[in-house]
């Protein structure tokens, strides 16, 4: 049996972002610099701004990483408590998602960040999670080089949440979850199974990037609301 979580850095990593866009953008305009587009503002490396920036980021992608560590000790007691016996941890595994680090890929070092993707090398784990009522898979990477060893983080949304919220019904939620334990209440319809690409068509299209090591069925689904 495997717990599976999902967590980021909470809403600080966005903050951090934020913050630091503006910035740049104040930099543009400060240089001169005239873009296309203001959201296309940008630091450059070796200056201050810039150093500020990814020790801001990398101690945020350390604060996600340390949160699922404690949020992981936690779902563990508790399941412990509720079995009455302790939980015999095999195995652990805690990959990023959403993130950026400095990296070689052909030859040239580049800061790489993967948006909705992890790093997929040469036999490293990975996880891959389906929506709230399909499958997740435990995953080691094969490393591939035209993918900067990437693979998919998860399914994605094929409706926004506005959208799910307006397309299906709570009806609908339940009938998707049959046979899934979880809170039944009509704030999670914008997390219908439905509103999500189809797990198994992504993890066939990444045939490439990831090999599986593991398919799992949901027995119990936890979400706040």
Known sequence: MWLFL????RGIGNRIAQHHITVAQALMKKWWIDLPDRDLA????GTDEFDRYIAELRWAQQFALLNREEMMDRVIRQLSDFM????????RINCH??????????G???????KGAISARKEQLGLIPG??????YVVSGRGSALALESSPHGAGRT??????????????LREAMVGIEFRDTAAFIDEIPAAYKPIDQVMADAADLVEVRHTLRQILNVKGD
Do not use: C, D
Not at 84 to 91: F, K, N, Q
């Open 108 to 114: 040239k070092s580049v800061w790489l960040s993967r």
């Open 131 to 136: 929506s709230m009522g399909t499958a997740s």
């Open 6 to 9: 999902h967590s980021g850095s």
């Open 159 to 172: 409706h926004s949440r506005s959208a799910a919220r307006r397309e299906f019904t709570h009806e609908q």
């Open 42 to 45: 940008y630091l450059v490396e």
């Open 97 to 106: 998602h959403n993130f950026t680090q400095k990296e070689t890929h052909f």
């Open 84 to 91: 009455g016996a302790p939980v015999a941890e095999i195995e």
